[in-house]
T-cell receptor
Framework: AQKITQTQPGMFVQEKEAVTLDCTYD???????LFWYKQPSSGEMIFLIY??????QNATEGRYSLNFQKARKSANLVISASQLGDSAMYFC?????????????FGAGTTVTVRA | NAGVTQTPKFQVLKTGQSMTLQCAQD?????MYWYRQDPGMGLRLIYY???????DKGEVPNGYNVSRLNKREFSLRLESAAPSQTSVYFC????????????FGQGTRLTVV
């Protein structure tokens, strides 16, 4: 079964607008972490934001925020005030397991294209 | 990327040839991972090593072997390369503290002809 599901293969957004990227996950572990990464066309993986399963508040990092709905097992990324440099592929990832036995799984990704 | 070095960056193999992808880190992290990235399929976990001396299969381990040589190094071996193994391979590392992000190498673009 898919651990991480990203249902939007590609999205277009107008510059300066906000965009929401969907991510749902599946785990039976009580403790897990959720991550979002950006992969520009150059290919490197850039960490954006983290949400722990026990965190009470939604994570925010600058223009990035994570809309964490634990009961629905969703961890959507919101990018506010989109910039041309935000055009990239975005991956949702989940870390599960316990100390010294962690596994990190990724979704299929969403390509975001920002239009001027 | 800082802390994770992958070699080589590019490689072309003929079907049936073998090769080893090397990954080394200088961040003293316990967990190391090998992923492959294919268009439309995201990053799929091949093998991982939660700590020195342990390795486990991920989602797509067939056709690969790994060695966690020491805490710093985690290698991925293709014993008999097949065209289906044409992909971009990423090594990643992660610490044991739950909220630490994973750090990635620059990737290896492998083509099997």
């Amino acid at each position: 079964a898919q651990k991480i599901t990203q249902t939007q293969p590609g999205m277009f957004v107008q510059e300066k607008e906000a965009v929401t990227l969907d991510c749902t996950y599946d785990t039976s572990d009580p403790s897990y972490g959720l991550f979002w990464y950006k992969q520009p066309s150059s290919g490197e993986m850039i960490f954006l934001i983290y949400q722990g399963s026990y965190d009470q508040q939604n994570a925010t990092e600058g223009r990035y925020s994570l809309n964490f709905q634990k009961a629905r097992k969703s961890a959507n990324l919101v990018i506010s005030a989109s910039q041309l440099g935000d055009s990239a592929m975005y991956f949702c990832a989940m870390r599960e397991g316990f100390f010294n036995d962690y596994k990190l799984s990724f979704g299929a990704g969403t390509t975001v294209t920002v239009r001027a | 990327n800082a802390g994770v070095t992958q070699t080589p960056k590019f490689q072309v193999l003929k079907t049936g040839q073998s090769m080893t992808l090397q990954c080394a880190q200088d961040m003293n992290h316990n967990s190391m991972y090998w992923y492959r990235q294919d268009p439309g399929m995201g990053l799929r976990l091949i093998y991982y090593s939660a700590s020195e001396g342990t390795t486990d299969k991920g989602e797509v381990p067939n056709g690969y072997n790994v060695s966690r040589l020491n805490k710093r190094e985690f290698s991925l071996r293709l014993e008999s390369a097949a065209p289906s193994q044409t992909s971009v391979y990423f090594c990643a590392i992660q610490g044991t503290v739950a909220f630490t992000e994973a750090f990635f190498g620059q990737g290896t673009r492998l083509t099997v002809v």
